[in-house]
């Protein structure tokens, strides 16, 4: 009896650890036209998020272009489509304020390119580096774990999920200081992510939700 329970233990853990994760990423082949993902942070609306995302199936490019709640557009980033799932090509950090009061544009240049992989078995992960003009070299470093298979509700809408967990590591090669954090993930099958928990080492998080998805027309009234 031991025996049969241990094989069905590791034969569980073995589905679970190797599900395919390509219907639950974004569904870039309608993206072709690009939608806005709104992302909300029920606790503090400052945080809220806004994704365009646009899917261009002549080079397979896909196209992130974040935007706060003051639609300031603070992250470009681009993938690539491949047999196993998206390679990073492009990763641009826009700041409003630098140091000096100036706006600015930092320039990440690719490392590892695993942003999301169809094969969950394991972890993969993506870095770059860039060159800060106040702090010098910086290393960017996000490594993701497949979690679980599970059913999640999110504004009253009950979705089947995959859970991931990310961890995130900044650090200053000059120093070797290091800022981390952890996220949780939820990727619903042909949405994309319907929710994201980051948990920062002070002890406080920040939630972002899935709350509306917004045709490129929806997008410009709403930011006039």
């Not at 072709?32 to 992302?39: D, L």
Request: glycine letters at 2%.
């Amino acid at each position: 009896m031991k025996y049969i329970q241990l094989i069905t233990v590791i034969l569980v853990s073995f589905i679970f650890s190797s599900e395919n994760a390509e219907e639950y990423y974004f569904p870039v082949k309608e993206l072709t036209e690009s939608k806005v993902y709104t992302y909300t942070c029920k606790e503090d609306p400052s945080k809220t998020q806004y994704w365009k995302l646009t899917y261009n199936p002549t080079d397979s490019t896909f196209v992130t272009e974040a935007f706060d709640s003051h639609f300031f557009q603070f992250e470009f980033f681009q993938e690539k489509r491949t047999d196993t799932g998206f390679q990073m090509e492009k990763f641009v950090t826009y700041i409003q304020r630098n140091k000096r009061g100036e706006p600015g544009k930092l320039v990440r240049k690719p490392i590892e390119t695993a942003v999301y992989l169809w094969k969950t078995d394991k972890p993969y992960m993506y870095s770059s580096t860039m060159i800060d003009e106040d702090y010098g070299e910086i290393l960017f470093q996000k490594k993701r774990t497949f979690a679980d298979k599970e059913k999640l509700t999110v504004n009253s809408k009950t979705y089947d999920v995959l859970k991931f967990t990310d961890e995130y590591k900044t650090t200053l090669v000059s120093t070797k200081e290091s800022f981390k954090f952890n996220q949780i993930i939820h990727y619903a099958k042909n949405i994309g992510m319907i929710r994201s928990e980051k948990n920062f080492e002070d002890g406080s998080s920040v939630i972002l939700e899935l709350s509306n998805i917004l045709s490129i027309d929806e997008w410009n009234t709403l930011k006039k």
